[in-house]
């Protein structure tokens, strides 16, 4: 390992080890200035070249967001919450920089990104065609029988003719490497599509607020909510979910010191310790021997369930994604 | 234990969950009846839950679906967990919906293809074996050799993009006609894009003296808020109602038109409630509040004012705006629910729709098609 690597796990271990928001912020603070920003520059770098479609203010701005995503998981991770365990720090922010371009280009470019998914798709599926990684993660398509062919590099100004409306991807694929024979990168292949299938609507600005999640046509739900009734009401929307995902959620849910909120019920007066193991399908008994420990941790929960480490998460993700349209419609 | 009161140590050992089932049993009795012990042990918590729940739904905000997991949940390879995440992240995110969709049809064509690909193998034995029985049988050939056809050249049609929707890209041709719409919405789509008016929707009978009297129905604390003067489309809808400075229990009742009692909550000291079981669609309803005190009971809103009423969409109406919002995307969902009267629907499709095109002209002409007499509905 580098000296470098050795340095920024160390700097994990101190988040880990840290046990308030007093302790939390500097360990964040320094892992954030000295240890992700030159590789999250460095990934956009690669990213935006990729792209001609971004500019170098879009560059700041998802700088920008990154850093809020990080912040958003070191705390979850702190807290024992995270889906995702890190053996390289580096590597971590890569990937969430990696994750973040692409959800951006998702929001920016959405009917892009759809046609991309289905090139993706064909190239991946139809025996006529076949797809590869190349050189620093890139995706590249062609026929079949390219295998070994080198990709080629789709000129700056291409003529291609408008395909009738209903024409299949297969079909302008197939177009496409009769006018370019050689393999293609993906995004090479998703522009020249896009201009046979005369897709061309203008980009929405990469920091403009997400209108297309329904939960957030609004302020933050927290915001809107009087706090002394988010519980309440996060409580009976609970009620509602499938079991599994009840367990999943209710076990692990903590607050940002660490606190489990299932115990914060009964002190509330919002439920009883036997209603909230009831609401899981534990008896009182088996609650209560199970109340000091909360929360629970990934592992413990899906030896409780019979289920995957994975299977939990995506329990609890999918938990989430349903409170978070429930609560939200109720508050709209 | 009401009491007596626990102690600061005993509180404490609660919140951490210690102190074995009998003394958690005794000091939860006490907080479920004692409010100050309750504000002494969690009034530091509230903060805590609502900064965890901005965390949560942040979290569940930018948890958008791999294309890996997209992939899985099309070819029919997801496990059950993962086919339910990807239906929850779905419900609450249209990128991944229409990323999902557009997956679903591009398999549709994969298979197509593929199944069509089959003929590629039998036209050519066919022929294999009329030539072979065109030297090995006598007399005429039994299969007459193929016409030369001059290679069909195909131009496009002339066409314009007017929009992309959830479902596909709309084009008008140079007849006026919609392309990549289902027929069956076409001409309400048309009307609606060049901003004709859409018919008026009567809710005169849903419109009492209740708005006018609100003013008065705050005297009792409490001020009923929606569904009101409306159609709901939700045949659970949220009922929702504001305090002023009342917290006492409330127990909603819905009546029917004839004053049938249809639905009723427990006794409520939030301010919303949605009923547990469906209401019958295409159905008349008004509602009411009884505040309970002690032996009191006080009714909102208090006679002569009467009961708010809404009318619950017909399901007719409801099944079709669910297939046009399926096959024929916001835009065809828009119109439909414009023609309905569920305005707030309405616009909640058209900015689905402007997220997805944020600068076509399309979408405003589409925007200035509305109801021919003013209309409201505040709230479905």
């Known amino acids: ?332 | 234990m009401k009491s007596k009161h626990p102690t600061g140590e005993e509180l404490l050992r609660f919140r951490r969950g210690l102190g074995g089932a009998a003394e958690l049993h005794a000091v939860e009795a006490h907080l479920f009846a004692c409010a100050s012990c309750r504000e002494l042990a969690g009034g530091d918590v509230r903060q805590s839950v609502a900064a965890m729940w901005a965390d949560e739904t942040e979290a569940a905000e930018n948890d958008h679906l791999s294309f890996e997991l997209m992939e899985a949940v099309v070819d029919g390879r997801a496990d059950e967990t993962e086919r339910e995440l990807a239906d929850a992240h779905t419900a609450i995110c249209e990128m991944c919906t229409g990323e999902l969709r557009a997956l679903e049809r591009v398999r549709a064509e994969v298979e197509g293809e593929r199944r069509g690909g089959a003929w590629r193998f039998v036209v050519p034995a066919v022929a294999a074996a009329a030539v072979v029985a065109f030297f090995l049988l006598p007399g005429k050939p039994v299969v007459e050799p193929p016409p030369r056809v001059a290679p069909k050249v195909t131009t496009a049609p002339q066409r314009e993009l007017l929009f992309v929707d959830r479902t596909g890209p709309v084009y008008r041709d140079a007849a006026g006609r919609l392309i990549g719409v289902p027929a069956a919405w076409e001409p309400l789509l048309r009307d609606g894009l060049q901003g004709k008016r859409a018919p008026a929707v009567d809710l005169t009978e849903l419109q009492g003296e209740h708005d006018a009297l609100r003013g008065a129905e705050a005297q009792s604390g409490i001020e009923l808020l929606q569904p009101a003067g409306v159609i709901a489309s939700d045949a659970r809808p949220l009922f929702t109602w504001r305090r002023h400075g009342n917290d006492r229990p409330v127990r909603v009742a819905v009546y029917d038109e004839q004053f049938r009692l249809v639905a009723q909550s427990e006794p409520l000291t939030t301010s919303r409630w949605i009923p547990d079981a469906p209401l019958r669609r295409g159905e008349m309803y008004q509602w009411q509040l009884t505040i309970i005190s002690g032996d009191e009971t006080i009714k909102v809103p208090r006679p002569p004012v009467s009961p708010p009423r809404f009318r619950v969409l017909d399901r007719k109406t409801h099944d079709e705006i669910v297939r046009a919002r399926a096959e024929g995307g916001h835009a065809a969902a828009f119109v439909l629910l414009i023609r309905a009267g569920l305005l707030d629907d309405a616009k909640r499709e058209l900015q689905s729709l402007r997220a997805l095109n944020p600068r076509s002209d399309s979408v405003d002409a589409l925007e200035s098609h509305q109801p021919a007499p003013a209309t409201t509905n505040a709230a479905q």
């Open chain 1, 1 to 332: 390992m580098s000296g470098r690597n050795e340095r920024i796990d160390c700097g994990l271990e101190a988040l880990y080890c840290a046990r308030d928001e007093r302790e939390l912020e500097p360990v964040i603070e320094s892992l954030l200035t000295t240890c992700a920003e030159p590789v999250i520059r460095q990934v956009l770098r690669v990213c935006l070249r990729r792209t001609a479609r971004l500019d170098s203010d879009a560059a700041e701005d998802l700088r920008n967001e990154v850093m809020l995503r990080l912040v958003g998981r070191m705390r979850r991770l702190h807290r024992g919450q995270g889906a995702d365990t890190i053996d390289n720090f580096a590597s971590y922010v890569a990937v969430v920089t990696y994750h973040t371009f692409d959800d951006a280009m998702r929001r920016a470019f959405p009917i892009r990104a759809r046609l991309r998914n289905q090139i993706r798709y064909v190239l991946s599926h139809d025996r006529r065609f076949a797809i590869r990684t190349v050189e620093q993660g890139g995706v590249v398509g062609g026929l079949a029988g390219w295998r070994d062919r080198d990709p080629g590099v789709l000129p700056s100004v291409v003529d291609l003719p408008v395909a009738p409306h209903g024409t299949s991807v297969a079909t302008i694929l197939q177009r496409i490497f009769v006018a370019f024979p050689h393999p293609l990168a993906l995004d090479a292949l998703t522009d020249a599509a896009e201009q046979m299938m005369g897709l061309r609507p203008g980009p929405r600005p990469l920091h403009e607020a997400d209108p297309q999640t329904v939960a957030t046509h609004e302020r933050p739900v927290a915001e809107r909510l009087d706090d002394a009734r988010l519980l309440e009401e996060l409580w009976r929307e609970i009620g509602e979910l499938p079991l599994r995902q009840r367990v999943a959620l209710l076990l692990n849910l903590r607050d940002p010191a660490g606190e489990s909120v299932a115990r914060f019920l009964p002190l509330l007066g919002i439920a009883s310790i036997a209603e909230v193991g009831r609401a899981i399908g534990f008896s009182e008994e088996e609650i209560v021997r199970l109340w000091p420990d909360l929360p629970l941790d990934d592992h413990s929960i899906a030896r409780l369930l019979g289920a995957t480490r994975q299977q939990v998460i995506n329990l609890r993700k999918s938990a989430r994604a349903r409170l978070t349209r429930r609560v939200g419609r109720n508050q709209r």
